[in-house]
Structures are given as structure tokens and as C-alpha cells.
């Protein structure tokens, strides 16, 4: 059964960088997609990139000049960086296994990783 | 911001039927895209509850249903028990956006 533990920093400061890890357990990342999905008060469920195991991309057009995402298959793992982060990127951050096109659902999803950016 | 309109809120006393609406347009849902449904309780990730038309993952009971038809999806809730009280969130894909899209959520509330 895989599972999905996230990790990384939940308070920052307007301006700076937010980093996510996701780590992987009970299962392979070959043919699956790897998303990060956000949850705002003002927005509701927000999807934000995916990456597949051949370091495979795509972005939330929301999103896409400020994101980067990667993968370690080696270490099981993938991550989110947002830049520039404002009052409005607070929220919750999960990371979430998808698949491929448009057919796709997310399932499982990561415990989820509480974001306050504040001054 | 989410790009399927759901009501913000459904409720029902226990042992009825509720439904809730999750309404796109021709490049989401009226694309043909499948769409799936979230569940998520207070203080808990979203947990897939349904997945294309009925599909149900272990431990999901029947008293799930969804249906489909021209750019909008539902999802019904029979025989509703206190512990159905979450959020439910429907979710698919927008081929203008190349991108996967939420349902802005429902709060189901057993009276």
C-alpha cells in the first residue's frame, strides 16, 4: 500500500522560497504522475504541477513562472519549490499520487503541510 | 480559483438522500473528462471516494453514487449517516487550461 509522507518548512516571509519533499513508501513511482495539490481558504483545492518518474512536467498555468518540481526516484522522493511567495500562497500543501492525462485521480494523498507566510 | 461550481452546502437528517452538483464547461467536464469525488473530514487530507462513473475504492460503500451528463456530474449520498458529514470535493481535467481542476466543495451537514 503506498504511502505518502510530506515534509518541509510551514512558516515564511514574503519574498522567499517555499521547499516541499514528499517521500514515497510500499510502492514504485513508474507510471504514475506526482502532484502537488494546494488548499486555500479564498481558492479551495488549487492543483499546482506533477512530475513522473522520468522527470516528465507539467504546471497549472497559475503556478508556472514561479514552480519548479523534481524527482529522486534513488531516494523515492519529489519536491515543490514556489519562489516569491505572498500572503496569498498560505495554505495547505499536499503532495498526492495522479496519473497520466486527463482520466486521472489522485489517490493517495500525503497528511498535508500548513504554509503561513506572514511578515 | 477552483473551475467546477459545487453548492457551498447540502444537508439531510440520517437515512436520507442527498445530492450534490458539480458543474463545468465544454472543456472540462463537457470534454468528456472523467470526473472523480473527494471526500475530506475535519482536520484529514482529501481521501478518494469515487473514481470515473462508480468506481469505488476498498472500503467505499455503495451508498455512494455518481452520475454524468452533458457538462456536469453529481454525486448522491443514500441512507446518510452521521459520519458522512465532511467535505466533498469533485475533481476532473480542462483541456484549455492543460491542467487538473477542482470543484470549488460542498459541506454535507447531517441535521
Known amino acids: 500500500q503506498v504511502h505518502l509522507q510530506q515534509w518541509g518548512a510551514g512558516l515564511l516571509k514574503p519574498s522567499e522560497t517555499l521547499s516541499l519533499t514528499c517521500g514515497v513508501s510500499?510502492?514504485?513511482?513508474?507510471?504514475?504522475?506526482w502532484s502537488w495539490i494546494r488548499q486555500s481558504p479564498g481558492k479551495g483545492l488549487e492543483w499546482i504541477a506533477e512530475i513522473n518518474q522520468s522527470g516528465s512536467t507539467n504546471y497549472s498555468p497559475t503556478f508556472r513562472s514561479r514552480v519548479v518540481v523534481s524527482i529522486d526516484t534513488s531516494k523515492s522522493q519529489y519536491s515543490l519549490w514556489l519562489n516569491s511567495v505572498t500572503a496569498a500562497d498560505t495554505g495547505v500543501y499536499y503532495c498526492?499520487?495522479?496519473?497520466?492525462?486527463?482520466?486521472?485521480?489522485?489517490?493517495?494523498w500525503g497528511q498535508g503541510t500548513p504554509v503561513t507566510v506572514s511578515a | 480559483q477552483s473551475v467546477l461550481t459545487q453548492p457551498p452546502s447540502v444537508s439531510g437528517a440520517p437515512g436520507q438522500r442527498v445530492t450534490i452538483s458539480c458543474t463545468g464547461t465544454?472543456?472540462?467536464?463537457?470534454?468528456?473528462?472523467?470526473v472523480h469525488w473527494y471526500q475530506q473530514l475535519p482536520g484529514a487530507a482529501p481521501k478518494l471516494l469515487i473514481y470515473g462513473i462508480n468506481n469505488r475504492p476498498s472500503g467505499v460503500p455503495d451508498r455512494f453514487s455518481v452520475s454524468k451528463s452533458g457538462t456536469s456530474a453529481s454525486l448522491s449520498i443514500t441512507g446518510l449517516q452521521t459520519e458522512d458529514e465532511a467535505d466533498y470535493y469533485c475533481?476532473?481535467?480542462?483541456?484549455?487550461?492543460?491542467?487538473?481542476?477542482f470543484g470549488t466543495g460542498t459541506k454535507v451537514t447531517v441535521l
Open positions: 498526492a499520487r495522479g496519473g497520466s492525462g486527463g482520466h486521472s485521480w489522485f489517490d493517495p
Open positions: 510500499g510502492g514504485s513511482f513508474v507510471g504514475y504522475y
Open positions: 465544454s472543456s472540462n467536464i463537457g470534454a468528456r473528462f472523467d
Open positions: 475533481q476532473s481535467y480542462d483541456r484549455s487550461l492543460s491542467g487538473h481542476v
